[in-house]
């Protein structure tokens, strides 16, 4: 759960973080880094995205050792905006429940293993 610390100092969103690139998995944008023949994980973001730096240097430490990380764009494009005062954390949260991402997640599951994939 998000807290009122992770929002007093957000994150400056930076689509060029990070050794990984960006491409369209299962329907959704999502951030992939490391060789496709490691075993692959997906790390998920917190309100701010994908685009995260911070996010992005654990993408790059994760793939120093040798896994294939997949980082779905859940949001869409739409992360958490602190300066969006219409649309408060609680608000923004109802647009982004957790039942959305378990749709996504078996539809990057399927890609992933018609390129070949398998075994997570």
């Not at 997906?42 to 050792?65: H, M, Q, T």
């Not at 992360?79 to 429940?97: F, Q």
Request: aromatic residues 10%; charged residues 20%.
């Amino acid at each position: 759960m998000s807290g009122p610390e992770c929002c007093s100092n957000p994150p400056v969103l930076n689509p060029n973080a990070g050794a990984g690139h960006v491409e369209k998995l299962g329907g959704l944008n999502s951030y992939l880094s490391g060789s496709p023949n490691s075993i692959a994980i997906f790390l998920i973001s917190d309100i701010y995205g994908y685009e995260a730096p911070n996010l992005r240097n654990i993408v790059d430490k994760v793939v120093a050792v040798g896994y294939y990380v997949i980082v779905p764009d859940f949001f869409h494009g739409d992360p958490y905006n602190p300066e969006n005062a219409s649309r408060s954390t609680p608000i923004w949260l109802k647009d982004h429940g957790r039942d959305k991402g378990s749709e996504a997640t078996e539809s990057i599951i399927e890609a992933l293993k018609s390129k070949g994939m398998d075994g997570y």
